[in-house]
């Protein structure tokens, strides 16, 4: 069995004025798997986010991490923000030298490690989000998909165990997206946890293991986005289905295969293989 990395027990938020943004919320991500946070906006994605390395503190309730309460002294968040690497979706909040390298640099140094490993770090996180040759160029002349980037090489750089993003793929363009999305898939096989916002339920159905799925504030549903992503109360509560179940489905009833080894296709791609595969057997026979 997987065990939870992070465990949120009961938990209940509200921004001054009383605006309740979660309400006795429960759930777990487990450790090395993908998962995506899903809900309409305003649902409590960004607000759950914020609690998971302590930038708020619920008013009740507790958020346990590899099974320990967390703690709000400056130590323990130092800790934890260590653990627990946070990309917001706006590069803008979280930007803030004159050049990125100074910006990746600077949680690595935060810890005290050597010039020598800082460097190290710095260089491997600028190749891995595809920087290099822009790590000195004045941070407000970057592009939006180059800064948000950055965000992500920053927090590469202090080698997180658990990675989360909010709404990662807002903005960038279909070809940015397929290149994030092979960064993410390197991530998770060399076992960093990954979590997601998105009110994308295809990117949702073709990306993730797990979902979680708030609704006003509250946990409507949890569980493997195989299963959590067919359930007709999370379509009517996200106004939408999965188009690749929905595609396999109609093909299904005309007779044509669309299982692969008992499993329905989960991305476009694999859907296409199966029908182009299948329909090409129908027509040899
Ligand atoms: N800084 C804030 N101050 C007051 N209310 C906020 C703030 N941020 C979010 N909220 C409210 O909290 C609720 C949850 O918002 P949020 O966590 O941003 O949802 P999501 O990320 O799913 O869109 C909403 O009602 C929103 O208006
Ligand atoms: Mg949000």
Not at 93 to 100: K, N
Not at 204 to 229: H, M, P
């Amino acid at each position: 069995m997987t065990s939870a990395v992070i465990e949120l027990q009961g938990i209940s938020f509200s921004y001054p004025g009383a605006i309740k943004a979660l309400d006795r919320f429960s759930a777990s991500f487990l450790r090395g798997r993908r998962t995506a946070v899903l809900g309409r906006n305003g649902s409590g994605k960004t607000t759950l986010f914020s609690l998971l390395n302590g930038l708020q503190h619920p008013q009740s309730g507790q958020i346990l991490f590899d099974g320990r309460r967390i703690a709000y002294d400056r130590q323990s968040l130092l800790n934890l923000r260590q653990e627990v690497g946070m990309v917001f979706q706006d590069p803008d909040s979280q930007l803030f030298s004159a050049c990125i390298y100074e910006d990746i640099s600077f949680g690595p140094m935060n810890l005290g490690l050597p010039e020598k490993e800082v460097r190290i770090r710095v260089e491997h996180a600028l190749a891995q989000m595809k920087l290099a040759g822009l790590e000195n160029r004045p941070t407000h002349s970057l592009s939006f998909g180059q800064k948000k980037r950055a965000c992500i090489a920053g927090v590469l750089a202090m080698q997180p165990k658990v990675l989360v993003l909010d709404e990662p793929f807002a903005g960038l363009d279909p070809v940015m997206a397929a290149e994030f999305s092979a960064i993410l898939d390197e991530l998770h096989r060399s076992g960093t946890t990954l979590i997601i916002a998105t009110h994308d339920l295809d990117l949702a159905y073709s990306w993730a293991d797990e979902v979680i799925v708030l609704k006003e504030g509250t946990l409507l549903a949890e569980g493997t986005a195989g299963e959590t992503l067919m359930r007709a109360d999370v379509h009517a509560e996200l106004g939408a289905s999965p188009v690749v179940a929905e595609i396999a489905a109609a093909i299904a009833l005309t007779g044509v295969e669309v299982y692969a080894n008992g499993y329905l296709p989960r991305s476009k791609d694999d859907l296409v293989k199966i029908i182009t595969a299948n329909i090409n057997k129908e027509n040899v026979r």
